[in-house]
Protein backbone atom coordinates (compact mmCIF):
# COMPACT_ATOMS: atom_id res chain seq x y z
CA UNK A 1 0.00 0.00 0.00
CA UNK A 2 3.33 2.38 0.57
CA UNK A 3 4.20 1.89 -2.77
CA UNK A 4 0.76 3.09 -4.30
CA UNK A 5 0.86 6.20 -1.90
CA UNK A 6 4.33 6.83 -3.07
CA UNK A 7 3.44 6.93 -6.60
CA UNK A 8 0.39 8.59 -6.81
CA UNK A 9 2.25 11.67 -4.06
CA UNK A 10 4.84 11.48 -7.34
CA UNK A 11 2.92 11.41 -10.15
CA UNK A 12 0.40 13.89 -8.34
CA UNK A 13 3.57 16.35 -8.07
CA UNK A 14 4.25 15.84 -11.73
CA UNK A 15 1.07 17.07 -13.01
CA UNK A 16 1.37 19.92 -10.67
CA UNK A 17 4.69 20.92 -11.82
CA UNK A 18 3.66 20.28 -15.87
CA UNK A 19 0.78 22.90 -15.45
CA UNK A 20 2.74 25.50 -13.40
CA UNK A 21 5.23 25.62 -15.91
CA UNK A 22 3.15 26.01 -18.52
CA UNK A 23 0.54 28.30 -17.20
CA UNK A 24 1.74 31.43 -19.42
CA UNK A 25 2.57 29.40 -22.35
CA UNK A 26 -1.76 29.92 -22.78
CA UNK A 27 -2.24 32.88 -25.37
CA UNK A 28 -5.67 34.95 -24.22
CA UNK A 29 -5.94 38.23 -24.14
CA UNK A 30 -7.77 40.64 -22.44
CA UNK A 31 -9.88 43.39 -23.74
CA UNK A 32 -11.13 46.71 -21.98
CA UNK A 33 -13.46 49.04 -24.54
CA UNK A 34 -12.22 52.49 -24.02
CA UNK A 35 -14.05 54.65 -25.80
CA UNK A 36 -16.86 53.30 -28.51
CA UNK A 37 -19.01 55.78 -30.51
CA UNK A 38 -21.00 55.91 -33.81
CA UNK A 39 -22.17 58.00 -36.16
CA UNK A 40 -24.36 57.95 -39.20
CA UNK A 41 -22.10 58.55 -42.48
CA UNK A 42 -25.53 58.71 -45.18
CA UNK A 43 -28.68 56.97 -44.76
CA UNK A 44 -27.60 54.19 -45.82
CA UNK A 45 -24.05 53.28 -43.85
CA UNK A 46 -22.97 54.06 -40.65
CA UNK A 47 -19.34 54.08 -38.75
CA UNK A 48 -17.98 52.81 -35.29
CA UNK A 49 -15.08 54.09 -33.93
CA UNK A 50 -13.44 51.73 -30.65
CA UNK A 51 -10.90 52.70 -28.23
CA UNK A 52 -9.68 50.22 -26.32
CA UNK A 53 -6.79 48.23 -24.38
CA UNK A 54 -5.76 45.04 -24.77
CA UNK A 55 -3.51 43.28 -22.30
CA UNK A 56 -1.45 39.56 -23.00
CA UNK A 57 -1.03 38.38 -19.37
CA UNK A 58 0.89 35.27 -21.22
CA UNK A 59 4.84 34.73 -22.20
CA UNK A 60 3.61 34.67 -25.48
CA UNK A 61 3.22 37.22 -28.21
CA UNK A 62 0.54 37.93 -30.14
CA UNK A 63 0.95 39.12 -34.12
CA UNK A 64 -2.28 40.77 -35.41
CA UNK A 65 -3.14 39.02 -38.64
CA UNK A 66 -6.57 40.38 -39.35
CA UNK A 67 -9.34 42.66 -37.92
CA UNK A 68 -12.99 41.26 -38.41
CA UNK A 69 -16.09 42.95 -37.08
CA UNK A 70 -19.77 41.54 -37.63
CA UNK A 71 -22.77 43.17 -36.62
CA UNK A 72 -26.03 41.30 -35.47
CA UNK A 73 -29.16 43.02 -36.29
CA UNK A 74 -32.31 42.79 -34.24
CA UNK A 75 -33.71 40.88 -36.62
CA UNK A 76 -30.91 38.49 -36.09
CA UNK A 77 -28.89 38.73 -39.36
CA UNK A 78 -25.30 39.45 -39.48
CA UNK A 79 -23.25 41.50 -41.46
CA UNK A 80 -19.76 41.78 -41.74
CA UNK A 81 -18.22 45.41 -41.75
CA UNK A 82 -15.40 46.73 -43.71
CA UNK A 83 -12.20 47.88 -41.50
CA UNK A 84 -11.23 51.45 -42.54
CA UNK A 85 -7.76 51.65 -43.08
CA UNK A 86 -5.31 53.68 -40.88
CA UNK A 87 -4.36 55.86 -44.13
CA UNK A 88 -8.20 57.01 -43.88
CA UNK A 89 -8.81 57.38 -40.56
CA UNK A 90 -7.47 61.45 -39.71
CA UNK A 91 -10.16 61.98 -43.25
CA UNK A 92 -12.88 60.45 -41.44
CA UNK A 93 -12.57 62.30 -37.98
CA UNK A 94 -11.84 65.39 -39.90
CA UNK A 95 -15.05 65.38 -42.28
CA UNK A 96 -16.85 63.23 -39.19
CA UNK A 97 -16.38 65.77 -36.49
CA UNK A 98 -19.50 63.74 -34.21
CA UNK A 99 -16.99 61.08 -34.00
CA UNK A 100 -14.62 63.25 -31.75
CA UNK A 101 -10.44 62.79 -31.93
CA UNK A 102 -8.24 60.31 -32.16
CA UNK A 103 -7.03 59.23 -28.78
CA UNK A 104 -4.98 56.35 -30.22
CA UNK A 105 -2.89 54.99 -32.82
CA UNK A 106 -4.90 52.39 -35.07
CA UNK A 107 -4.66 48.77 -35.03
CA UNK A 108 -2.54 47.59 -38.06
CA UNK A 109 -1.74 44.23 -39.77
CA UNK A 110 1.30 42.92 -38.04
CA UNK A 111 0.89 45.12 -34.60
CA UNK A 112 2.52 42.70 -31.82
CA UNK A 113 1.37 42.59 -28.01
CA UNK A 114 4.38 41.20 -26.36
CA UNK A 115 4.11 38.96 -23.72
CA UNK A 116 2.55 40.76 -20.47
CA UNK A 117 1.81 44.16 -22.58
CA UNK A 118 -0.69 46.55 -22.15
CA UNK A 119 -1.58 47.78 -25.41
CA UNK A 120 -3.78 50.96 -26.69
CA UNK A 121 -5.42 50.81 -30.22
CA UNK A 122 -8.44 51.85 -31.93
CA UNK A 123 -10.20 50.41 -35.20
CA UNK A 124 -12.88 51.68 -36.89
CA UNK A 125 -15.47 49.94 -38.77
CA UNK A 126 -18.04 50.84 -41.90
CA UNK A 127 -21.07 49.17 -41.70
CA UNK A 128 -24.08 49.33 -44.52
CA UNK A 129 -26.92 50.06 -42.34
CA UNK A 130 -28.70 53.00 -41.21
CA UNK A 131 -27.41 54.63 -37.67
CA UNK A 132 -31.17 53.54 -36.14
CA UNK A 133 -30.30 49.73 -37.01
CA UNK A 134 -27.37 50.25 -36.08
CA UNK A 135 -28.01 51.23 -32.18
CA UNK A 136 -30.89 48.53 -32.31
CA UNK A 137 -28.78 45.61 -33.19
CA UNK A 138 -28.20 43.44 -30.55
CA UNK A 139 -24.52 43.22 -30.62
CA UNK A 140 -21.04 44.29 -32.81
CA UNK A 141 -18.07 41.87 -31.99
CA UNK A 142 -14.43 42.92 -32.83
CA UNK A 143 -12.50 39.76 -33.81
CA UNK A 144 -8.35 39.75 -34.29
CA UNK A 145 -7.00 37.18 -35.67
CA UNK A 146 -3.42 36.24 -34.72
CA UNK A 147 -0.79 34.78 -37.76
CA UNK A 148 -0.93 31.77 -36.41
CA UNK A 149 -5.01 31.09 -35.95
CA UNK A 150 -5.60 32.06 -32.50
CA UNK A 151 -8.82 34.12 -32.55
CA UNK A 152 -9.44 36.85 -29.53
CA UNK A 153 -12.67 38.41 -30.04
CA UNK A 154 -14.81 41.42 -27.56
CA UNK A 155 -18.21 42.45 -28.12
CA UNK A 156 -19.08 46.30 -28.27
CA UNK A 157 -22.01 47.87 -27.06
CA UNK A 158 -22.82 50.68 -30.24
CA UNK A 159 -25.11 53.56 -28.77
Do not use: C
Not at 62 to 85: Q, R
Request: hydrophobic fraction near 50%; charge should be negative; proline fraction near 4%.
Amino acid sequence: MIPVLIGVAVVAIAVGFILTGTRGAHLALEWKLVKPRAGSLDENNSVVVVDFRISNPSDVRFVVGSVTATLTKASGETLEGDVIARADIPQLLAYNRFLGDQYNPVLTIQDQIKPHEIFDRMVAVRFAVPLADLQKAKKMTLTLHEMDGLDSATDVAVK
